[in-house]
């Protein structure tokens, strides 16, 4: 159960001295794109790096730590997260320069599309694609965010992350083994920063692209709506909204919840939705499009937190029984 008064009157005597700004029982759905779901037990927003890394030695090695970014890919289970949910702030973690003719440092609450912008304004091709990612950059180094034939994989020098104890680690592309929209790296670091390369190029080449990529987002995503993005990832050898129409699933509703009729890939919160409504719509489509074309989607949206009792979501389990 959620009780962050209680969990901040626990952690106070491991507080001093620390900048960030730290609230108990914080409604995550004004910080989801989706609004939707439950409280944040205590939440952290740290000053900077070393005010983050000084919480992370002092808090007591019982409580856990859920790590969230601007939102855009993320969906809160409606009973909500416990123990310390930290989000990185864009005054303490949103440094972005460059730092020579290709590179670019960014910090990981760095927005995607200012990302994009800071490229362009140096003349470093390559990073247009982030102009239709609606995130940031802590969320695509976790997930090789990409869109339009890019991925951040192509780009990574070095990431910068801290673990739990509050440690500094710096990982090299090897050590993210990215593969298609996901990292195997380990959970419980928290990336603060990156060394990005790209390539010098011609800055109306890279307006172009920017501009293309901008109209294509805007033509063909629901981004006026309450949705997150992408809901399942692209199966090989096709794309995922092509299956979830051949499957009938285009404009399905459950409660509040429905997948797009401009981009059934899209899910969204037509107003009232709860997260349970969301998830349960991504189940279902999950079954519904593995019955018509034996193709197994996986969430690209990241499902978090604790169901209220009595709407919990089962995943759907395919077996070969249910295509037979």
């Known amino acids: ?9 626990r ?4 507080l001093e001295g620390i900048r960030g700004r730290i609230h108990p029982n914080v409604d995550m759905s004004k910080v989801t794109w989706f609004r939707a779901g439950g409280l944040a037990e205590v939440f952290y927003q740290p000053a ?3 005010d983050l890394a000084v919480f992370l030695k002092k808090l007591p090695r019982d409580v856990p730590i859920t790590i969230v970014g601007i939102g855009s890919n993320l969906l809160i289970r409606d009973g909500g997260i416990a123990g310390v949910t ?5 005054k303490g973690f949103g440094e972005t320069q460059q730092v020579s003719q290709t590179r670019i440092f960014a910090g990981a609450a760095t927005t995607d599309k200012r990302l994009a912008s800071v490229a362009l304004e140096a003349g470093i091709s390559g990073f247009h694609f982030y102009c239709g990612i609606p995130g940031g950059l802590g969320g695509a180094l976790k997930m090789n965010g990409g869109a339009n034939g890019g991925e951040t994989a192509q780009h990574v020098v070095e990431v910068y992350a801290l673990d739990r104890e509050g440690k500094r680690h710096i990982l090299n592309l090897s050590d993210m083994h990215y593969s298609y929209r996901q990292s195997k790296v380990d959970d419980g670091l928290i990336f603060v920063g990156a060394l990005l390369e790209g390539q010098k190029g011609n800055k109306e080449d890279i307006k172009k692209a920017m501009d293309e990529a901008i109209r294509h987002r805007e033509e ?3 981004i006026r709506e309450k ?11 096709t794309s995922a909204w092509k299956v979830i129409d ?13 997948m797009s009729t401009m981009h059934c890939n ?11 409504d969301l998830e349960l719509l991504g189940e279902t489509v999950r079954k519904r499009v593995f019955e018509k074309t034996g193709i197994n989607l996986h969430w690209e949206i990241k499902r978090i937190g604790q169901f209220v009792t009595g709407k919990e979501v089962k995943p759907f389990v395919p077996s070969p029984s249910d295509n037979a």
Do not use: H, W
Request: net charge negative; aromatic share 6%.
């Open 1 to 9: 159960m959620i009780d962050g008064e209680a969990l901040l009157k």
């Open 11 to 14: 952690l106070q005597p491991s």
């Open 48 to 50: 900077d790096e070393a």
């Open 86 to 90: 930290i989000r990185l702030s864009a």
């Open 220 to 222: 063909v995503q629901p």
């Open 227 to 237: 949705t997150g993005g992408s809901t399942f990832r692209n199966p090989e050898g």
């Open 246 to 258: 051949e499957a009938g699933c285009r404009g399905l509703t459950i409660g509040g919840a429905e």
């Open 266 to 276: 899209f899910m969204i919160n037509t107003g009232n939705a709860t997260a349970y």
